[in-house]
């Protein structure tokens, strides 16, 4: 046991019982067996770790009795909307700025008519959780308003909230499946009129905090609609839209979730100062190979420690998914739609490593064999630590969440560049030029993503060269393309007799090699029957219309910062897709445009997501060209990867190091080869669905 921590509180919210009742058209919520276990749990788990205090836990609970109409609970403590209501503001005005906030909820998710028309409209939906006693007369929903409120209200007040949902808030749960006791949610509508006052604050306070709150966040919204994007405070949901959230006995006889159960085994295992990132990599992976139809998200503040107030850099590299000791290999969450190639090469790292360049936490080699859009199966090479027979696998060797460093390429992204030397050589005091081919191979190594480019030899032919490196009058290095015209938007040269002249011109090719990898990312399938179902427009609002400004294959030209200007991704094919969007500017960065939190935001066929764009230009910039390639994947995948910073600036931390980290496995989506933009790929196979469109804009200083 530790010491008593002072500045940590818990909200914990279980239900197991609900109230007998009937809904319109015969629906019910039925009763769970495992989310007061979850809370039970939880609290033993933040009592042994943190010694918290009765008066630092707060809990709701309603476990079943053997009275089919009556809990163990007194009322008071009942997870009732009155309660919860209550409890929520008795923990915000008790902590104080920078205190820990930890609220769990184990539960049903509900959709019910809206009380909030004036902004929904008149067949609007709220999302809600669903209290105990919803079955009884004039009983409420916790509505997705208040729920915003109550949280935005903590963050407010600087508390350093976390948010875990083991509920499903989706469509996901359908009539077919009411009989599965094990799902958390149902997949009906709740019609029945209820109260439309609100304990949290008034109707049009609600609606003006909800408004300002997506306003900010770009219109999204989360948990199928449950909250704004999160700012502010660290969001784990057990499930993503259209999915379920399950429970199922995992030791002995008691059942729990399986986001609880999964999460309380890591924590434990692993200590509350791990990183949210590496956490969740772990526990979304154990989930869904669990439960192939739920995956876990993680939303809102990410770079900071799990339960802590630490703000921590965690691995963007992709985390083993699988581990099959059978066949010898791992499953890793990078695919084709990465550009990763068969026979790319990883290493394997303990779970949990933060400095790679620590060879003891290096534990295997790996090599891929098999290619999927969002994923690949790589087989084991070498094992290192371990008294192994021919590097076989063994059960705990390889931990699900362990970091892969890319090691080797096996892909077409490697840049060939060749070295032209001008005639004549220029004269530079104490430098041999003309041995510059050759200090360049010997060199390469030392920088940092050296594999993503390769210099070859002059007798090597012209097609088949990627860059060409050579010098002007002025010994200045000239970085040129494949038809030997200089390299846009690079700010200054860089001179032959300057300090690390040869590490700054390696890292150059390097950094341009990676941009226009991105840039060039697509699916060669031409006959991918998901093609023509992605559409991406950038429309502005003009006189009260909406004008597509890249129709036809237009390059709309902006000011920077100007208003009213949207991007529209819209989704037509008949499968939920996971979006996300980058943007590449003239700097040469690379950064996630959308969502603004969270790795991608899923679409519901037929539907459509809008986000105001507020297009800047880089510094120094008068004018430049964006643009921004929209990914869809039919899973869910990490395109931080493919970030970069502006050009000469430390790529540590950005994305991925090297070429083979799955540049194709990024994505699954849907694509429209009639649409006004071409530019869109799609995979196919069985699990090689993902396509990528890119609109072009010119930006301009007012």
């Known amino acids: 046991m530790t010491n008593q921590t002072p500045n940590f509180y818990a909200l914990l919210i279980g239900i197991n019982f609900y109230f007998p009742h009937r809904l319109p058209e015969g629906n019910y919520y039925k009763n769970l067996r495992g989310c007061v276990q979850d809370i039970n749990h939880v609290e033993t788990y933040l009592k042994e770790t943190f010694n918290l205090t009765p008066d630092q836990i707060i809990k709701l609970t309603a476990t079943a009795s053997d009275n089919p109409n009556q809990p163990q609970e007194p009322p008071e403590l009942l997870p009732t909307y009155e309660n919860i209501v209550a409890k929520f503001k008795e923990l915000t005005a008790k902590a104080q700025p920078q205190d820990r906030v930890y609220i769990h909820y184990s539960g049903h998710g509900g959709r019910a008519k809206t009380i909030f ?25 916790l509505r997705d308003l208040e729920f915003a409120k109550l949280l935005e209200e903590m963050v407010a007040k ?9 509920s499903c808030h989706s469509g996901g749960a359908t009539r077919e499946m009411s009989g599965d006791d094990r799902i958390r949610g149902e997949g009906f509508i709740d019609m029945t009129l209820r109260p439309t006052d609100s304990l949290v604050a008034p109707l049009q306070e609600l609606a003006q905090n909800w408004q300002a709150s997506t306003e900010n966040s770009r219109n999204i919204t989360v948990v199928n609609g449950l909250l704004p994007e999160p700012k502010g405070y660290t ?3 057990a499930c993503r839209d259209q999915e379920l959230a399950y429970e199922k ?26 990183p949210v990132n590496n956490l969740y990599d772990r526990i979304s992976n154990l989930v869904h190979n669990d439960f192939p139809r739920q995956t876990p998200m993680l939303i809102g503040e990410t770079n900071r420690s799990f339960l802590g107030d630490q703000s921590v850099v965690a691995s963007r590299n992709p985390p083993v998914m699988k581990v099959d000791i059978t066949k010898n290999r791992v499953q890793l969450q990078m695919g084709e739609a990465s550009g990763l190639k068969k026979g790319a090469e990883f290493d394997i790292f303990r779970f949990g490593t933060r400095n790679f360049e620590d060879s003891e936490q290096r534990i295997a080699t790996v090599k891929v064999v098999e290619l999927g859009a969002s994923d690949c199966w790589a087989e ?18 390889i931990e699900i969440g362990s970091p892969a460093v890319y090691l080797s390429p096996g892909l077409k992204q490697i840049r060939k560049v060749r070295v032209i030397l001008p005639d004549p050589l220029p004269q530079i005091s104490g430098v041999n030029v003309e041995m510059l081919p050759d200090i360049l191979k010997a ?22 060269v990627d860059y060409f490196v050579s010098l002007n009058s002025e010994a200045e290095y000239l970085i040129l393309d494949a038809n030997k015209e200089p390299i846009k938007n690079l700010s200054f040269l860089i001179k032959l007799d300057e300090p690390e002249a040869i590490y700054k011109l390696i890292n150059r090719l390097v950094h341009i090699a990676r941009y226009e990898t991105v840039l060039d990312l697509d699916n060669e399938d031409a006959f991918d029957p998901f093609n023509g179902k992605l559409k991406v427009e950038l429309v502005k609002s003009e006189n009260r219309q909406l004008v597509v400004l890249n129709a036809n294959n237009q390059v709309p030209v902006l000011e920077e910062g100007e208003e009213s200007v949207y991007l529209i991704i819209r989704n037509e094919s008949n499968l939920t897709l996971n979006i996300t969007a980058l943007i590449l500017q003239p700097d040469l960065s690379i950064q996630q445009l959308y969502p603004e939190f969270g790795l991608s935001e899923a679409v519901q066929p037929g539907q459509q997501k809008e986000t105001e ?5 880089p510094e120094n910039y008068e004018e430049g060209v964006d643009v921004i390639k929209v990914f869809a994947t039919l899973d869910g995948t990490n395109f931080q990867l493919l970030e970069l910073p502006p050009l000469d600036q430390s790529r540590k931390g950005f994305g991925n190091q090297t070429p083979t980290n799955t540049l194709e496995e990024l994505l699954a989506t849907v694509v429209d080869e009639d649409s006004p933009q071409r530019n869109i790929k799609v995979v196919t196979s069985a699990s090689k669905k993902w396509t990528t469109e890119k609109v072009e804009v010119v930006v301009k200083k007012m």
């Open 117 to 141: 028309e004036s902004l929904k409209g008149s067949m609007g939906l709220d999302e809600a959780l669903v209290p105990c006693d919803i079955g009884q007369p004039n009983s409420r929903y």
């Open 158 to 166: 600087e508390l350093v909230v976390t948010l875990v949902l083991d």
């Open 235 to 237: 969001l784990i949901a």
């Open 249 to 274: 006995v995992f030791e002995g006889t008691e059942r729990n979730g399986a986001l609880t159960y999964y999460l309380l085994k890591a924590l434990r295992e692993y200590g509350t100062e791990i």
């Open 380 to 397: 084991v090479t070498q094992l290192l630590g371990f008294r192994t027979i021919n590097h076989k696998l063994a059960e705990g060797m």
């Open 443 to 464: 060199k390469k190594e030392q920088v940092e993503g050296h594999r993503w480019i390769e210099f070859c030899s002059e007798a090597e032919k012209d097609e088949n």
């Open 613 to 617: 764009l507020q297009l800047s230009l």
